[in-house]
């Protein structure tokens, strides 16, 4: 995909949806976190229905290690892995309030140091969190940035590199979003919805 064509791209994302977000329901910067850990190999609508009912009554490191692990999955066990990653999220608790004075850190060496998380959740949590142009390489965005011809890549680090490489600094902000959602609503894995796709003349995949 050539110069041009990334920011024709981008402008159509823009025009079409100037402000988007995370479909992840958070009024903090922790209530985010936990939500992006209990969101691996898990729908956004299944983190959502778990933590409105968790945040209700714990929403800060303590409170949740004042529910004890199992007193936590007793709200997370609809959601996939629900005991390693209540093992995962206490452990986090405890280290957030030991080293971090409860807070969720701005550094990304700080936050990979968090059991449960990885480049991924950082990325989600430096960009939406905090506003850092980074781009976060799930699924969604893998096969979208391979698919089109914008950024390929044989592995996620791969592909984030190439699109922090690619896209332009006026776009880099809300990127990730505008992937994402173009990969779980349009350019889906099995039935792409080319018919309807804004960027089909732009896009390098031939249905």
Same mark, same amino acid.
């Given at each position: 995909?050539?110069?041009?064509?990334?920011?024709?791209?981008?402008?159509?994302?823009?025009? !079409? /949806?100037?402000?988007?977000?995370?479909?992840?329901?958070? /009024?903090?910067?922790?209530?985010?976190?936990?939500?992006?850990?209990?969101?691996?190999?898990?729908?956004?609508?299944?983190?959502? @229905?778990?933590? !409105?009912?968790?945040?209700?009554?714990?929403?800060?490191?303590? !409170? $949740?290690?004042?529910?004890?692990?199992?007193?936590?999955?007793? +709200?997370? #066990?609809?959601?996939?892995?629900? /005991?390693?990653?209540?093992?995962?999220?206490?452990?986090? =608790?405890?280290?957030?309030?030991?080293?971090?004075?409860?807070?969720?850190?701005?550094? #990304?060496?700080?936050?990979?140091?968090?059991?449960?998380?990885?480049? @991924?959740?950082?990325?989600?949590?430096?960009?939406?969190?905090?506003?850092?142009?980074?781009?976060?390489?799930?699924?969604? $965005?893998?096969?979208?940035? /391979?698919?089109?011809?914008?950024?390929?890549? @044989?592995?996620?680090?791969?592909?984030?590199?190439?699109?922090?490489?690619?896209?332009?600094?006026? +776009?880099?902000?809300?990127?990730?979003?505008?992937?994402?959602?173009?990969? #779980?609503?349009? =350019?889906?894995?099995?039935?792409?919805? =080319?018919?309807? =796709?804004? $960027? #089909?003349?732009?896009?390098? +995949?031939?249905?």
């Amino acid at each position: 995909m050539t110069e041009e064509e990334i920011v024709t791209l981008f402008q159509r994302w823009q025009a !079409a /949806n100037p402000e988007p977000t995370t479909e992840l329901r958070f /009024n903090s910067p922790f209530e985010l976190l936990i939500a992006v850990m209990l969101s691996a190999q898990a729908t956004d609508v299944s983190v959502n @229905k778990a933590t !409105a009912r968790l945040f209700a009554v714990a929403n800060t490191p303590k !409170a $949740i290690l004042d529910l004890g692990e199992d007193g936590l999955k007793a +709200y997370i #066990r609809t959601i996939g892995l629900f /005991n390693s990653k209540a093992r995962h999220i206490i452990q986090t =608790c405890e280290l957030l309030l030991q080293h971090h004075a409860g807070q969720v850190p701005q550094e #990304r060496a700080a936050l990979e140091a968090l059991p449960g998380v990885g480049r @991924k959740t950082a990325n989600v949590i430096l960009n939406t969190a905090f506003g850092h142009p980074t781009i976060a390489v799930d699924t969604h $965005i893998f096969r979208v940035a /391979n698919r089109t011809g914008l950024a390929p890549g @044989k592995t996620p680090l791969a592909v984030e590199q190439r699109l922090l490489a690619v896209v332009p600094e006026a +776009y880099r902000q809300q990127a990730h979003h505008w992937l994402i959602l173009h990969g #779980r609503y349009v =350019c889906t894995a099995r039935k792409p919805q =080319c018919a309807r =796709c804004m $960027i #089909r003349d732009l896009c390098a +995949y031939r249905s």
